[in-house]
């Protein structure tokens, strides 16, 4: 399944105030359920260019 989302921005708050804000990126929906991603699950996020891989830690 594809879903686009856009990535937003969120102010970041402490030390780190030389950048005002941070790319944000938020799931949340129904969906998740649907893949078996539910509430309290531990989940590994991977980050490489162009790609962020989401999976669900057993």
Same mark, same amino acid.
């Given at each position: 399944? *594809?879903k !686009?989302?856009?990535?937003?921005y969120?102010?970041?708050?402490? %030390? *780190?105030?030389?950048? @005002?804000? =941070? @790319?944000?990126?938020? !799931? =949340?929906?129904?969906?998740?359920? *649907?893949?078996g991603?539910?509430?309290?699950?531990? %989940?590994? %996020?991977?980050?490489?260019?162009?790609?962020?891989?989401?999976?669900?830690?057993?």
């Amino acid at each position: 399944m *594809k879903k !686009i989302n856009t990535i937003s921005y969120q102010y970041r708050h402490g %030390v *780190k105030r030389d950048r @005002p804000t =941070a @790319p944000k990126l938020t !799931i =949340a929906n129904h969906i998740l359920e *649907k893949y078996g991603f539910f509430i309290g699950d531990k %989940v590994n %996020v991977e980050y490489s260019p162009n790609l962020i891989t989401i999976s669900k830690l057993n």
